[in-house]
């Protein structure tokens, strides 16, 4: 058995090649949800739906979210209303005394859906009305996601870091935002001062997730502050991840990130924006995956091997290199 922490896109791509080493009965993975939101009323999951959408055989694998092939009128008529009708632009984070008046799954991370600021296709507006009327019915996220897994015909195991909120907020030179608004509305631009996980203190690990890493652990190429961050910050997560092998795949190649804004939000927390910095970001790892051209050294077994993942192959040839640093620290 085998428990993967997943967020954002690299531990997706990680997964491609998952059947070069485990079979789906083996895998579970905990997914990050710190950067759900509640969009014009409905409920967000963006890395729990990259897993279902991937799972399901229908992932824009151009983008590595939304459905292939997704019309987007919904979202084009409401840009279109919203110009029609003068309204303001951008995203519109609702006033403080809005963000705990409703579900309390959505705290602290409520939006106005005039004129979305992300672009919501019309296959994938349907499964989040889905997923908000099944929490409005009185369900955990946990069991929403596991229905729509088994109805997207998913074969591993996923779990959702927590049924509580948690947000990932982003303390700015330009003021505070949610990470959404942070990286698509904002385009990752604004100077980061701070990073806040607005909630986990008081948050539970969802049902299964602290029994599932008492398996061993692979962190994939994801970001070490906002996609995996969220989850260390749960109480008894990091402890748990201390007494459990851990192998950590770098999303770095040396000092330069492979995607998004991993370099920048890892200097705000005060960590060497680099593979170095996982040392410092990832304490209780056991063993590292970086690239065959990184020269980073660590204390601890590291496997070097090309971890550029462009394809199902790729991502097979980083699962056995993560095999191999099981077989040594497992």
Do not use: C
């Not at 192959?313 to 077989?327: F, G, Q, Y």
């Amino acid at each position: 058995m085998v428990t993967f922490l997943s967020g954002g896109t690299g531990t997706p791509k990680l997964l491609d090649g998952a059947g070069a080493a485990f079979s789906p009965e083996e895998i579970t993975v905990v997914v990050n949800t710190g950067d759900d939101i509640e969009l014009g009323g409905l409920f967000i999951s963006p890395d729990i739906d990259t897993l279902l959408f991937q799972g399901g055989g229908i992932l824009d694998r151009e983008t590595w979210w939304g459905i292939r092939g997704d019309t987007h009128r919904t979202h084009s008529a409401l840009s279109d209303i919203a110009t029609a009708a003068d309204l303001p632009s951008g995203p519109h984070y609702l006033e403080d005394a809005r963000q705990t008046a409703g579900r309390d799954i959505a705290n602290w991370r409520r939006f106005s859906g005039i004129d979305e600021f992300m672009t919501i296709g019309d296959r994938d507006r349907a499964v989040h009305l889905t997923r908000t009327s099944l929490l409005d019915q009185g369900h955990t996220l946990t069991e929403v996601t596991k229905t729509l897994a088994d109805g997207f015909g998913v074969t591993i195991d996923l779990l959702p870091m927590s049924d509580e909120a948690v947000a990932s907020l982003i303390h700015t030179e330009d003021g505070l935002m949610h990470f959404q608004e942070y990286w698509v509305a904002h385009r990752g631009e604004p100077t980061v001062t701070n990073i806040e996980f607005r909630g986990s203190s008081s948050a539970e690990p969802a049902p299964g997730v602290l029994e599932a890493l008492s398996e061993p652990v692979v962190i994939g190429p994801s970001n070490p502050v906002t996609s995996i961050g969220p989850m260390l910050a749960l109480p008894g997560v990091a402890r748990a991840l201390m007494e459990t092998p851990v192998v950590a795949v770098s999303p770095f190649l040396g000092d330069e990130p492979f995607s998004g804004p991993v370099a920048d939000l890892m200097a705000a927390v005060g960590t060497t924006p680099n593979t170095a910095g996982l040392a410092t970001a990832y304490p209780f790892a056991d063993a590292f995956i970086i690239d065959e051209t990184d020269e980073t050294t660590f204390e601890r077994p590291t496997i070097q091997t090309d971890i550029r993942i462009d394809e199902p192959k790729d991502a097979a040839r980083v699962v056995r290199a993560i095999h191999e640093a099981l077989s040594i620290v497992a």
